[in-house]
């Protein structure tokens, strides 16, 4: 069945100095676009049983483009059929999701001014490099604490039975596997992320301990999600809002997709406030993190933008102020371990 839908006008507002209403809690917790053209469409490898099941949905749109339905989303995979969230739909009105990228307009891509329809091709690229070891980098590089800050982002969603969760640039799907562990009966995760090698990396790992039932794995654009307006019950981002092209824009889709009364959270890293600490996270950012990456994952590069797109990407505040701009309301901040990281909270009401 077709699905028409209606497009909420995205409440972008012009980025200026303005206060926003933000609780912040002190709290230590010591614990990216495909072209269409291109878009890969997922081979399980001939493996019958994860060619059956819990297939990844290669459905990617760019922010320029119509959401008018394509014959590619019909129903396949054996009956799993993503429609439901949205896939094909048609907007009234012919209105297009996003908005088109100025011809000369840029991105930051680590400390390198990139052109905006580059951006996300370079950031899936970084991605793709290190798919397989990218779980073990970050225990490595953290210690185990995102396992830590995960968890409490997970705990502050308070998952229910029978909720839908979008969890983009979901990767491998940590954050959608504790959600369906505490959820119950009847919940579902999308993992949403522009890479199919980190999707196929974390579909592999459901199929083999069983958790297929809940779990769907879709490749999409945070800006041009190829979900419904309001259809899903949370919306969650862990590590991942930094690597799109444009954030603003990213937040106007979250709220778009979310149910009135569903709650957003983005797990991101933040800006370190005591001077003492920032001086040894700096060194241990720069010094350290990039080699790590070259020995273990072999690709040095990708962890030294790791480290500068953390520096690039707006402080708690800042962030706040976009998400109050984006129609989020009752927004709320929770430093995490000193504030190298922080979760923070919205609304849609």
Same mark, same amino acid.
């Given at each position: 069945?077709r699905?028409?839908?209606?497009?909420?006008?995205?409440?972008?507002?012009?980025?200026?100095d303005?206060?926003?209403a933000v609780?912040?809690t002190?709290e !230590? @917790?010591f +614990?990216? *676009?495909? =072209?269409?053209?291109d878009?890969?469409?997922?081979? $399980? /490898?001939?493996?019958?049983?994860?060619?059956?099941?819990?297939?990844?949905g290669?459905?990617?749109?760019q922010p320029?483009e119509?959401p008018?339905?394509d014959?590619?989303?019909?129903?396949?995979?054996?009956g799993?059929?993503?429609?439901?969230?949205?896939?094909?739909l048609?907007?009234?009105?012919?209105g297009?999701?996003?908005?088109?990228?100025?011809?000369?307009e840029?991105?930051?891509?680590?400390?390198?001014?990139?052109?905006a329809?580059?951006?996300a091709?370079?950031?899936?690229?970084?991605?793709?490099?290190?798919?397989?070891?990218?779980?073990?980098?970050?225990?490595?590089?953290?210690?185990?604490?995102?396992?830590?800050?995960?968890?409490q982002?997970?705990?502050?969603?308070?998952?229910?039975?029978?909720?839908?969760?979008? !969890? @983009?640039? +979901?990767? *491998?799907? =940590?954050?959608?596997?504790r959600?369906?562990?505490? $959820? /119950?009966?009847?919940?579902?995760?999308?993992?949403?992320?522009?890479?199919?090698?980190?999707?196929?990396?974390?579909?592999?790992?459901?199929?083999?301990a069983?958790?297929?039932?809940?779990?769907?794995?879709?490749?999409?654009?945070?800006?041009?999600?190829p979900?419904?307006?309001?259809?899903?019950d949370?919306?969650?981002?862990?590590?991942?809002?930094r690597?799109?092209?444009?954030?603003?824009a990213?937040?106007?889709?979250?709220?778009?997709?979310?149910?009135?009364?569903?709650r957003?959270l983005?797990l991101?890293?933040?800006n370190v406030?005591?001077?003492?600490?920032?001086?040894?996270?700096?060194?241990?950012?720069?010094?350290?993190?990039?080699?790590?990456?070259?020995?273990?994952?072999?690709d040095?590069?990708?962890?030294?933008?790791? @480290?500068?797109?953390i520096?690039?990407?707006?402080?708690?505040?800042?962030?706040?102020?976009?998400?109050?701009?984006?129609?989020?309301?009752?927004?709320?901040?929770?430093?995490?371990?000193?504030?190298?990281?922080?979760?923070h909270s919205?609304?849609r009401?």
């Amino acid at each position: 069945m077709r699905r028409v839908a209606k497009r909420q006008s995205p409440r972008h507002a012009e980025m200026g100095d303005q206060h926003a209403a933000v609780v912040e809690t002190h709290e !230590d @917790v010591f +614990g990216a *676009t495909v =072209d269409a053209n291109d878009a890969p469409a997922f081979d $399980a /490898g001939g493996e019958s049983r994860r060619d059956r099941l819990a297939q990844i949905g290669a459905v990617q749109r760019q922010p320029k483009e119509s959401p008018a339905f394509d014959a590619r989303l019909e129903t396949a995979y054996h009956g799993l059929d993503f429609r439901q969230f949205g896939h094909g739909l048609v907007s009234q009105g012919g209105g297009r999701y996003g908005a088109k990228m100025a011809a000369k307009e840029t991105a930051d891509f680590g400390y390198r001014r990139v052109p905006a329809h580059e951006h996300a091709r370079l950031v899936r690229d970084v991605f793709d490099r290190v798919a397989r070891r990218y779980d073990l980098m970050n225990d490595l590089m953290s210690g185990g604490i995102h396992r830590l800050w995960k968890a409490q982002l997970v705990e502050r969603l308070g998952p229910q039975p029978r909720q839908i969760l979008l !969890d @983009v640039a +979901g990767g *491998t799907g =940590d954050i959608a596997r504790r959600f369906v562990a505490r $959820a /119950g009966p009847g919940a579902c995760a999308i993992v949403c992320d522009i890479n199919a090698r980190m999707l196929a990396a974390g579909r592999d790992r459901s199929l083999d301990a069983g958790e297929y039932e809940a779990m769907r794995w879709l490749c999409g654009n945070a800006e041009a999600l190829p979900i419904a307006d309001a259809s899903v019950d949370a919306y969650t981002i862990a590590f991942g809002l930094r690597n799109v092209t444009r954030i603003a824009a990213a937040l106007a889709e979250a709220r778009r997709v979310l149910k009135p009364g569903g709650r957003f959270l983005c797990l991101e890293f933040s800006n370190v406030e005591n001077p003492a600490l920032q001086r040894i996270y700096d060194l241990y950012s720069f010094a350290i993190v990039p080699r790590l990456g070259a020995v273990v994952a072999r690709d040095r590069a990708a962890y030294q933008y790791l @480290v500068e797109s953390i520096r690039r990407f707006p402080d708690r505040r800042r962030l706040a102020v976009m998400m109050e701009q984006a129609g989020f309301d009752r927004v709320t901040v929770r430093p995490l371990s000193g504030g190298i990281a922080a979760i923070h909270s919205g609304w849609r009401l």
